[in-house]
C-alpha cells in the first residue's frame, strides 16, 4: 500500500507516518522542513506546502490513498484547507487516486450542531463553535464542502478537542454527531481510526464523529 500524507509534519501527521510505516506502507510525505522531519530517512519526502499545486501533485502521484492531517494552527482566520484541499482534489482526479481519509473537526458538519445543541452539555461547546473558535470551524466547514462535492470516495474524521496523552485503543463512534458527553481524544487514537479506513468502506462519502 502506497500512501500520501499531508500534514505530516503536524502532531497527528506524524502519528499518522508512523503507524503507516510500522504497518508496512510506502508512504511520501509533503513537509516545509525536510531536514525537521523524523522520518526523512524513511519515507519518501517532498519538499514543500500543500499550496503549492507541483509539489501536491508529486506527493499524490502513485499513492493508493491519501491521508490529510491539515488544519489551522491558531484560533486566526486561515485559509489553509480552503487553498489546500482543492488542490489535493484536483491532484487525485489527475493521478487516479479515489481513497483520502481527513481529519476534520467536529464543527465540521453544520447540521450537526443543531441535535448537540439540544443536550445542555454542548451550550458551552456551541458558543465557543461561534466565538473563539470561529475560523477554524469555518475552515473545517469548507474542508466538508469540498470533499462532499468531490465524488471522491472520501473520509472526513470528527473528533472533539484532541489530547496529546496515550491513547485508549478505543473509541465512541457516530455517524450523526458527537456521542452524548463526549469532550476529547487522544491524537494516538484518532490516527489508528485513520488508519482503519485506509481499506475500510463502511465510511466512505460520510463524515464520522468520534470521541472518547
Known amino acids: 500500500m502506497k500512501v500520501a500524507v499531508f500534514g505530516a509534519s503536524g502532531a497527528t501527521g506524524r502519528l499518522l507516518v508512523e503507524r503507516a ?8 510525505a509533503l513537509v516545509r522542513r525536510p531536514a525537521e522531519f523524523p522520518f526523512g530517512q524513511r519515507v519518501r519526502v517532498i519538499e514543500g506546502n500543500a499550496f503549492d499545486a507541483d ?18 494552527r491558531s484560533i486566526r482566520r486561515e485559509d489553509v484547507l480552503e487553498r489546500a484541499v482543492p488542490l489535493i482534489v484536483s491532484a487525485m482526479r489527475e493521478m487516479g487516486v479515489r481513497r483520502i481519509v481527513a481529519l476534520g473537526s467536529a464543527g465540521a458538519k453544520a447540521d450537526s450542531m443543531k441535535r448537540q445543541a ?21 475552515s ?11 465524488k ?37 487514537d484518532v490516527a489508528a481510526f485513520m488508519m482503519q479506513q485506509i481499506e475500510s468502506r463502511e465510511w466512505i462519502g460520510k463524515g464520522v464523529y468520534i470521541a472518547w
Do not use: F
Not at 119 to 136: A, D, E, F, M, N
Not at 163 to 174: E, H, K, P
Open 21 to 28: 510505516l510500522t504497518v508496512g506502507y510506502e508512504v511520501t
Open 55 to 72: 509539489a501536491v501533485r508529486r506527493t499524490v502521484d502513485g499513492a493508493d490513498v491519501v491521508l490529510s492531517a491539515l488544519g489551522a
Open 152 to 188: 471522491l470516495d472520501w473520509t472526513m474524521v470528527l473528533p472533539p478537542m484532541l489530547t496529546n496523552g496515550a491513547g485508549r485503543g478505543s473509541c465512541r463512534v457516530d455517524g450523526e454527531a458527537l456521542p452524548r458527553g463526549a469532550a476529547r481524544i487522544a491524537r494516538a
Open 118 to 138: 439540544a443536550y445542555r452539555r454542548w451550550i458551552v461547546h456551541g458558543i465557543l463553535y461561534r466565538t473563539l473558535l470561529k475560523w477554524p470551524v469555518a
Open 140 to 150: 473545517q466547514v469548507a474542508q466538508w464542502k469540498i470533499l462532499s462535492e468531490s
